[in-house]
Structure formats: C-alpha cells, structure tokens
C-alpha cells in the first residue's frame, strides 16, 4: 500500500469539515446563479425560493432539479453566468438524440478540470515517469481534453493520438513505450484483437500497466478480461458534460469510486418521484457543481443508477464512495415483467469459456411489447471447435441465473460485430 495522495489535505478531510465546505460552497453558488443568470433567477423564483433560505446542506432539496431538457431548451450559451468573453474553452457531447449538450469553461474551470483529473489519475497511479496514451477520441468530446489535462498536471507524458487508426495505436504504443492507455473500455479491447493479429502478445510485448477507462458502461467482469488480456490495473472513471467532463468520480488502489465531492455535491433520488434517497439505497445520481463558474448546475438529474456510502476506504481517503453505474435508467428495458440492465447481461455471458468480449443485444418490438435476444462472438478457438448450440445454452442459462428470464443466445462468427474505436453499441434495436 502506498498511502499516496495528490491533495492530501482534501482527501483526506474528516467528513463533518467536507460538509461545512460543501454547505459554505452552496450558499455562495446559488447567490451566484441567483443574480447572474435570468433561467436560474426565473427557475429558483419559481420554486419560491430565496438564496437565503439555503441555510444547511439539507436545504438544497429546496432547488428544483436542473433537467436535459433545460439544457436543451437553453443551447448554447443560455445557462453560462458569466460574460461570454470569460470562457476560454468549449466542449460539447455528441448529441446523438437531440441538440448537443455544451459544456463552456472559464480559465478557473479549465484549471479546476485540470486539479481534478490530476487528482483522479493520481490515485489511480498515474506518474510523473508514466507515459499515457490518449487512445480518447480529441475534438468537442470532453474525454480526451480531461485526461490530458490531468496527466500533464501530474507531468506524464502524453501521446495525443487521438482514437482510431489502430494499427498506429499498436506502433506507438510500442515505440513510445506507453505505460498508460486512456480510452473507452471496448476501445481497448478492440486495440487488444488487433494487436493479437498481429502476432503480438498484449500482456508481456508492451509497457502498458495501467489502464485510465471512462465514458462506457462495462461490468466488474469486462474489468477482469482486461486486466487479463493487457496484463494491466484498469481503473474507471465517471463524469459528464453537464458537469466537467471525466473528474467528478473515479477510483483508489482499491477500486473504489470515491467522488470529488469538495467541488461536485452527490444526491441520489427515486427516479420516478424526484424524492431524496438516504446514502446506502440505489437511485439517481444527482449532482451540483459547488465550484464551477461559466455554467454551473444545480441538481443535474444524470439518470444514472447507482448507490454512495461514506463508509472509510482502506486508502485512507474520506471522499464520498459511488458504486458503479447499475445502468442509465434510460437503458432500462421491461421484458416480461422483468427490468434488465445491458450490464447484466454482460456479467452473465462472461461467465461462459470460450466467449469474447464482443457482444450485442438485439431489442425487437412488437406492439408495445419487447423481447431480447443476444449475439455473442464465441473466441476463435471456441468456434472453430463447433458444438455451438452447447455454448448457446450455456449462455442462456447464465443469463436465466441472473435475470430469471430465458433469453435467446445466437453464437455468430469472430469479428461479425462492428468494432468501435469510441462508445461501443451494446444494445440494438430490430
Ligand atoms: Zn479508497
């Protein structure tokens, strides 16, 4: 154990002290907010709120809830509380189902980022000698910006490569020496088959021993194959445009998810009455940016499920411990009654030998009814054996164990899936 911190005053603050700096932060934000932007003085108005009557941190449930929806309604710039000539930086998500969310930055955000993810990297044992590749897709997506970010702050040295061209990933890896890859879990494993293709052995033919992944949902058991596969530590990291970026959550030696919360305040509420959860129960997270100045958010409703604790952390840190994401609850599907998760059927097809990491989920609707079924990629080896309908059933009957659902298995050739060097599409719809 190495009992290292970045910011050892921070991490390691007593938690009743996090709560009266939490609290100090709050009142202070919702001033701010309050008399410098007309949606959030309409918004808190509203509500029939005043910033005075924010005297605890309990009060925050006071503040209405900061939706997608607003931000949508409000793009690009209605929500920042700031001139417009104090952002420096911009960034934005993909907006794949609707407008682009935009993340503006002041030169005090940009550096907040920067401590925050160095703090993240740090703890996941990110150093000064490591050489991190940034396999992050570069341009509005906040990933790779972040992780470079931090990593220079901690004074690695960074390949800015950018995703794709992953025979390229696999030269410079080499060459470079790179110790650290930072990119989406699946991407790495992508870089893992291609590597493998070409007569390398990802575990023992290069420097990699650490992996800093994000921006994907993937199970304990995708971090194992991982690990395995490139002989490696992987650590996960949690953020989101609304909020940072990557820097809000990420883990310890000990895998925990421990969150910023000096500067990103945790909530977690029943997703479907907006009521507020004890710490210790599944819900939604939600957050509010204590700090941020160009365009902070009150109560941003993240729609994804997970559970916190304060319970100490053999690290010795006291921040804050999030579990990982159980799913966003608009991944949610009702089959048969039954809720299922992507990641739970993830967990369960690992546990079949001879399976890759490839696989898809394939919704079918019919009426208002769904029902799912699963192409999986056996491993070469697997399916050059035959016998498939053995494995199928396998499959099936790990997923009956879990979910209490029969759901139908299809094993089909390596490399049938679409590879992807970004986010990959897990669940699709026929
Ligand atoms: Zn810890």
Not at 190 to 197: D, K, N, Q
Not at 330 to 343: C, E, N, R, T, Y
Request: include cysteine; hydrophobic fraction near 35%; proline fraction near 5%.
């Amino acid at each position: 154990m190495t009992q290292e911190f970045w910011d050892r005053k921070t991490e390691t603050m007593p938690l009743r002290e996090l709560k009266e700096l939490q609290c100090k932060r709050l009142k202070k934000l919702v001033k701010y907010v309050y008399t410098t932007n007309q949606f959030y003085h309409k918004k808190i108005s509203d509500a029939k709120v005043k910033p005075e009557s924010i005297k605890t941190l309990k009060d925050i449930k006071k503040l209405p809830f900061l939706t997608k929806q607003d931000l949508r309604a409000y793009y690009p710039f209605g929500l920042v509380c700031t001139p417009l000539e104090n952002i420096v930086e911009v960034h934005a998500s993909s907006g794949t189902t609707g407008k682009p969310v935009v993340g503006p930055y002041t030169k005090n955000d940009v550096e907040l980022w920067g401590e925050m993810m160095a703090r993240s990297l740090y703890a996941n044992g990110l150093r000064k000698h490591d050489v991190m590749q940034n396999a992050y897709g570069y341009g509005l997506f906040t990933g790779a910006h972040g992780f470079e970010k931090g990593a220079q702050k901690i004074g690695a040295m960074v390949i800015t490569i950018g995703s794709g061209n992953t025979e390229r990933q696999i030269d410079i890896m080499k060459d470079f020496g790179s110790t650290a890859l930072a990119c989406t879990p699946s991407y790495s494993l992508h870089i893992a088959e291609v590597a493998e293709e070409k007569g390398f052995n990802p575990a023992k033919d290069f420097k990699l021993r650490l992996g800093v992944f994000g921006a994907e949902a993937w199970s304990e058991e995708m971090r194992k194959n991982i690990e395995k596969r490139w002989g490696i530590v992987a650590h996960e990291h949690y953020g989101l445009t609304e909020l940072i970026g990557p820097g809000v959550v990420s883990e310890c030696e000990y895998k925990k998810l421990h969150i910023n919360a000096d500067h990103f305040y945790p909530e977690l509420i029943d997703p479907n009455t907006g009521e507020t959860l004890e710490f210790g129960e599944e819900g939604e997270l939600v957050y509010t940016t204590l700090t941020k100045e160009a365009f902070p958010a009150i109560r941003f409703r993240t729609k994804d499920l997970a559970s916190i604790t304060e319970e100490t952390c053999d690290c010795g840190r006291t921040l804050p411990i999030q579990s990982r994401i159980k799913g966003r609850s608009d991944d949610m599907m009702k089959v048969k009654g039954v809720i299922v998760f992507p990641s739970q059927i993830e967990a369960a097809l690992m546990q079949v030998s001879g399976v890759s990491d490839n696989y898809q989920i394939v919704k079918t609707k019919q009426g208002d009814i769904y029902s799912l079924s699963v192409d999986v990629e056996p491993s070469e080896d697997r399916y050059k054996e035959g016998h498939l309908d053995d494995f199928e059933k396998r499959a099936e009957n790990e997923i009956y164990r879990i979910l209490n659902l029969h759901v139908p298995v299809h094993a089909i050739p390596p490399k049938t899936i679409p590879r992807s060097t970004g986010k990959a599409k897990r669940v699709i719809e026929r």
